[in-house]
């Protein structure tokens, strides 16, 4: 599993290996250990370090928690989110809003929900092919849905909305 985070202005890339034992950060590997022992608290050991993360609250894609008491707001992508970037489409996920917005043109392989249904963020709604490439898109918020305004098989255009999100609250 590969991520992208982001503190302050410094940027790593991060591996994951398949059993979360291992992650290369900027190239160089390290072992990981990561527990959690009360109340959202977490004890991570990298190499031979060990710090305790608290006070974890994510927004999209920001992450901020304390690492042995400091402050830190990490923004962090995943692979899909790295390759959109690489391919020019930063933040076409999310569309702003309440709207899942097509990151790209492509053909609707499948939608996976249904009008009224609940969704939390992250949920994956619809399946678009575009370079000949399955890509899950995943709701932007968390909240119900309202409209959908595509169909299996129909192509979109990019930027096109997809589906519409009442939000939650």
Request: aromatic share 6%; with cysteine; glycine share 8%.
């Amino acid at each position: 599993m590969k991520f992208e985070s982001t503190v302050k202005d410094k940027t790593y890339s991060l591996e994951f290996n398949e059993t979360l034992s291992n992650v290369e950060v900027n190239g160089t590997k390290h072992d990981i250990k990561f527990l959690q022992i009360s109340n959202g608290r977490h004890l991570l050991r990298l190499g031979r370090k060990t710090y305790l993360i608290d006070n974890i609250s994510k927004t999209g894609s920001k992450i901020d928690f304390t690492l042995n008491s400091k402050w830190f707001d990490v923004n962090v992508k995943d692979e899909q989110a790295i390759l959109l970037d690489k391919m020019g489409f930063q933040g076409a996920l999310s569309g702003g809003g309440d709207n899942l917005i097509a990151p790209m043109p492509g053909k609707i392989l499948n939608v996976m929900v249904t009008v009224g249904d609940q969704v939390k963020q992250c949920d994956p709604l619809i399946i678009l092919e575009a370079m000949k490439m399955e890509n899950e898109l995943k709701a932007p918020i968390d909240g119900t849905i309202s409209a959908i305004q595509v169909e299996t098989g129909k192509s979109v255009d990019k930027k096109a909305i997809l589906i519409e999100i009442k939000a939650i609250g």
